[in-house]
C-alpha cells in the first residue's frame, strides 16, 4: 500500500543549526514527491518538489532535499535554521490513479527553533 | 501570486446540518482536490475533479458527500448531514495538470456540534 513516514513528530533545533527532516515512503512505481509547510493559521505551502532528473532538489526558503531511491527516503534539509522556519512540515507522495494527483501525507514533522 | 482562496475560514454547524464548503481554484487550473485533516493528524485525500467528474475519491469520501463546480471559477464540497466526526480542517487545492504541483487554500475549519 502506498504510505509515507515521517519518524520525527517533533524537532527542536537551535537556530543557525542545521536541520534535517526524515522522509521516508512506500509506492510502487517512480513517485513524485513534496514537502509543504504549514504556519499557524495558515494553508499549506510547496518548498519543493521531485518528479525525476536530479536528485538533489533545491527549493525555496533555502531547503533543499535528496530523493534517494534505494532508501525510499526523500530528507529535507536546511544548513541554517532560521527562527522563521518554524512550523509543521508535510512530506507527501503523488499516488492518483492516472493522471490524478492525489497526494498521500506523512504524519507532520513540528519544528521549533530555540533562539 | 494567484492563490485559492476557501470561505469560511471558520464554519460551526449542528449535527445533522448540511453544510457547503467553498473554494476558488486558480484560475487557469483544470484538477481540483479536496483534504482533510483531523485535528492531531495526517492531512487525506477526499475526492479528486477534472472535466466535471469525480476522477478519483477515499474511502471517506461516502455518500454524505458531494463535488460540485457550479460555474467557471468556484469548487464546493457539500457534506449532506454532518456527523460530529466530520470536525476537522478542510483544505481545497488545484493544479494546471493531474501530476503535477498542488496548491492549498489556507482552510475551512469546519467545527461540528
Known amino acids: 500500500a502506498q504510505s509515507v513516514t515521517q519518524p520525527d513528530i517533533h524537532i527542536t533545533v537551535s537556530e543557525g543549526a542545521s536541520l534535517e527532516l526524515r522522509c521516508n515512503y512506500s509506492?510502487?512505481?517512480?513517485?513524485?514527491l513534496f514537502w509543504y509547510v504549514q504556519s499557524p493559521g495558515q494553508g499549506l505551502q510547496l518548498l519543493l518538489k521531485y518528479f525525476s532528473g536530479d536528485t538533489l532538489v533545491q527549493g525555496i526558503k533555502g531547503f533543499e532535499a535528496e530523493f534517494k531511491r534505494s532508501q525510499s527516503s526523500f530528507n529535507l534539509r536546511k544548513p541554517s535554521v532560521h527562527w522563521s522556519d518554524a512550523a509543521e512540515y508535510f512530506c507527501a507522495v503523488g499516488a492518483g490513479s492516472g493522471n490524478t494527483g492525489k497526494l498521500i501525507f506523512g504524519q507532520g514533522t513540528t519544528l521549533q527553533v530555540k533562539p | 501570486e494567484p492563490e485559492v482562496t476557501q470561505t469560511p475560514s471558520h464554519q460551526v454547524t449542528q449535527m445533522g446540518q448540511e453544510v457547503i464548503l467553498r473554494c476558488v481554484p486558480i484560475?487557469?487550473?483544470?484538477?481540483f482536490y479536496w483534504y482533510r485533516q483531523i485535528l492531531g493528524q495526517k492531512v487525506e485525500f477526499l475526492v479528486s475533479f477534472y472535466n466535471n467528474e469525480i476522477s478519483e475519491k477515499s474511502e471517506i469520501f461516502d455518500d454524505q458527500f458531494s463535488v460540485e463546480r457550479p460555474d467557471g471559477s468556484n469548487f464546493t464540497l457539500k457534506i449532506r448531514s454532518t456527523k460530529l466526526e466530520d470536525s476537522a480542517m478542510y483544505f481545497c487545492?488545484?493544479?494546471?495538470?493531474?501530476?503535477?504541483?498542488?496548491?492549498f487554500g489556507a482552510g475551512t475549519r469546519l467545527s461540528v456540534l
Open positions: 509506492y510502487g512505481a517512480t513517485p513524485y
Open positions: 487545492a488545484s493544479s494546471a495538470f493531474g501530476r503535477d504541483i498542488q496548491y
Open positions: 484560475s487557469n487550473h483544470l484538477y
